[in-house]
C-alpha cells in the first residue's frame, strides 16, 4: 500500500474512531492562530497555513519507516506534508510537489521552518539536505517559531516585527547555513566519494564503452546547460518530474544507457526507479537500459538489504570494497 492509500485509511479510521479526522489544534494552537500570525508577515495561504499546522502534529508518529521515537512534528518529508494537508486535513488528492516552492519555499526563506534529515542507519534527524536527492529530506517547525504560535496580544506584535526585519531573516539564514555546511561536510562526503569511485573505477572495468552524459552530486538547480547539451547529444529531453540519477551513462554506438545509484543512505535501483528511468529515457524511442546500485561496504549493503530488500531484479550491485566484481540480481518470479 502506498503512501496516499495509507493517509487515506488514516483519515477513514480516525473519522470512525473519534469522528473528526485530525484535531482541531496541536498543543493549542489552532489554524485561526497560524493564519493570525502568519497574515502579519505577509505568507497567510491555505497552503502556508495547512502547512504550518501539518508541522505541529505532534500526535501522528512519524511516517519514517525507521524513526520509532519520533512524531510527524519532528521531520516530514514534501511527500509527507503533501498527503498531511491534501489527504488527512482536507480529504482530497495529495499537494502537487511541484507548487512546493510555495507551500514550502516562504515559510524556509522566513526561517519559520528548517530542513532536516533523516539519517536511517541511525535512526535521527541531522539539521540540512545533505544528502541529495534523499527521499529522507524533510522539514520542521524552528523552535522560535513555535514560541512565536504561543504568543499572544501586543508581546506578538512585537516579536513578529522584530522577526521580519531584514537583518534578523538573514542572520537566520546565515546561521542555518554555517550549520547546513557543517553536517554536509560529514553526511554529503560519503555519497560525492562514492559517485567519484564509480566513475574512476566502475566504468572503466565494467562499462568501458560507456561515456559519462550526467553526473548528480547537488540538491536544487541540478541540471546545467553543460548538462542540458550532453543529454540533448543522447536524445534525451528532461522533463520537471524525471528521476535523474547519480551518474547516466551512453554507450553512442549501441545507443544505449546504463543507470548507476550510488547508496550511502538511500535511493537503490528498485522498481519504481527502473521504470521511471525507462519512462524518461525511452520518451522518444525504446533503448536498452542497464542498471546499477553501488555501495561502499559489504556492510552498507547488507544493513540495507536486511531491512529494505528492494533491488530490482535484472539490475546489478557494485560494493567499493569488493570492486573487481558486480553481482547481477535474479529472481525466480
Same mark, same amino acid.
Given at each position: 500500500?502506498?503512501?496516499e492509500d495509507l493517509i487515506r485509511k488514516l483519515r477513514q479510521d480516525r473519522?470512525?474512531?473519534?469522528?473528526?479526522?485530525?484535531?482541531?489544534?496541536?498543543? =493549542?494552537?489552532?489554524?485561526?492562530?497560524?493564519?493570525?500570525?502568519?497574515?502579519?508577515?505577509?505568507?497567510?495561504?491555505?497552503?502556508?497555513i495547512d502547512v504550518v499546522f501539518a508541522l505541529l502534529d505532534d500526535k501522528?508518529?512519524?511516517?519514517?519507516?525507521?524513526?520509532?521515537?519520533?512524531?510527524?512534528?519532528?521531520?516530514?518529508?514534501?511527500?509527507?506534508?503533501?498527503?498531511?494537508?491534501?489527504?488527512?486535513?482536507?480529504?482530497?488528492?495529495?499537494?502537487?510537489?511541484?507548487?512546493?516552492?510555495?507551500?514550502?519555499?516562504?515559510?524556509?526563506?522566513?526561517?519559520?521552518?528548517?530542513?532536516?534529515?533523516?539519517?536511517?542507519?541511525?535512526?535521527?534527524?541531522?539539521?540540512?539536505?545533505?544528502?541529495?536527492?534523499?527521499?529522507?529530506?524533510?522539514?520542521?517547525?524552528?523552535?522560535?517559531?513555535?514560541?512565536?504560535?504561543?504568543?499572544?496580544?501586543?508581546?506578538?506584535?512585537?516579536?513578529?516585527?522584530?522577526?521580519?526585519?531584514?537583518?534578523?531573516?538573514?542572520?537566520?539564514?546565515?546561521?542555518?547555513?554555517?550549520?547546513?555546511?557543517?553536517?554536509?561536510?560529514?553526511?554529503?562526503?560519503?555519497?560525492?566519494?562514492?559517485?567519484?569511485?564509480?566513475?574512476?573505477?566502475?566504468?572503466?572495468?565494467?562499462?568501458?564503452?560507456?561515456?559519462?552524459?550526467?553526473?548528480?552530486?547537488?540538491? =536544487?538547480?541540478?541540471?546545467?546547460?553543460?548538462?542540458?547539451?550532453?543529454?540533448?547529444?543522447?536524445?534525451?529531453?528532461?522533463?520537471?518530474?524525471?528521476?535523474?540519477?547519480?551518474?547516466?551513462?551512453?554507450?553512442?554506438?549501441?545507443?544505449?544507457?546504463?543507470?548507476?545509484?550510488?547508496?550511502?543512505?538511500?535511493?537503490?535501483?528498485?522498481?519504481?526507479?527502473?521504470?521511471?528511468?525507462?519512462?524518461?529515457?525511452?520518451?522518444?524511442?525504446?533503448?536498452?537500459? =542497464?542498471?546499477?546500485?553501488?555501495?561502499?561496504?559489504?556492510?552498507?549493503?547488507?544493513?540495507?538489504?536486511?531491512?529494505?530488500?528492494?533491488?530490482?531484479?535484472?539490475?546489478?550491485?557494485?560494493?567499493?570494497?569488493?570492486?573487481?566484481?558486480?553481482?547481477?540480481?535474479?529472481?525466480?518470479?
Open positions: 500500500m502506498g503512501l473519522i470512525i474512531a473519534y469522528g473528526v479526522e485530525i484535531p482541531v489544534d496541536f498543543n =493549542g494552537i489552532t489554524k485561526d492562530k497560524i493564519k493570525l500570525v502568519l497574515s502579519k508577515i505577509g505568507v497567510d495561504s491555505p497552503d502556508t501522528n508518529k512519524s511516517w519514517f519507516g525507521n524513526a520509532i521515537s519520533y512524531t510527524f512534528a519532528d521531520g516530514a518529508s514534501t511527500a509527507h506534508i503533501g498527503c498531511h494537508v491534501g489527504i488527512l486535513q482536507r480529504g482530497k488528492n495529495k499537494l502537487d510537489r511541484e507548487g512546493r516552492d510555495y507551500w514550502i519555499k516562504p515559510l524556509r526563506d522566513l526561517g519559520i521552518i528548517e530542513a532536516v534529515t533523516f539519517i536511517s542507519r541511525v535512526g535521527i534527524f541531522v539539521p540540512g539536505h545533505p544528502i541529495p536527492k534523499s527521499s529522507n529530506s524533510a522539514y520542521r517547525l524552528s523552535e522560535i517559531f513555535k514560541q512565536i504560535l504561543h504568543t499572544d496580544g501586543e508581546d506578538l506584535d512585537l516579536i513578529l516585527n522584530v522577526w521580519s526585519r531584514e537583518e534578523k531573516i538573514r542572520e537566520r539564514a546565515e546561521l542555518r547555513a554555517r550549520i547546513e555546511a557543517e553536517v554536509k561536510l560529514e553526511v554529503e562526503t560519503k555519497h560525492e566519494d562514492l559517485i567519484k569511485s564509480c566513475v574512476e573505477y566502475y566504468v572503466p572495468n565494467f562499462l568501458k564503452d560507456f561515456e559519462v552524459i550526467f553526473i548528480d552530486q547537488s540538491d =536544487g538547480d541540478r541540471v546545467t546547460e553543460e548538462d542540458l547539451l550532453m543529454l540533448a547529444k543522447a536524445d534525451l529531453v528532461i522533463a520537471l518530474d524525471d528521476p535523474m540519477p547519480d551518474i547516466l551513462l551512453w554507450n553512442e554506438k549501441l545507443d544505449a544507457f546504463w543507470v548507476i545509484e550510488a547508496v550511502t543512505s538511500d535511493g537503490e535501483v528498485d522498481n519504481r526507479k527502473v521504470e521511471k528511468s525507462k519512462a524518461f529515457i525511452n520518451r522518444k524511442k525504446e533503448r536498452e537500459i =542497464g542498471f546499477t546500485t553501488a555501495y561502499l561496504t559489504w556492510k552498507d549493503a547488507a544493513v540495507r538489504q536486511g531491512r529494505y530488500k528492494n533491488i530490482e531484479p535484472g539490475t546489478y550491485i557494485w560494493i567499493l570494497e569488493d570492486p573487481s566484481k558486480h553481482l547481477l540480481v535474479e529472481s525466480i518470479f
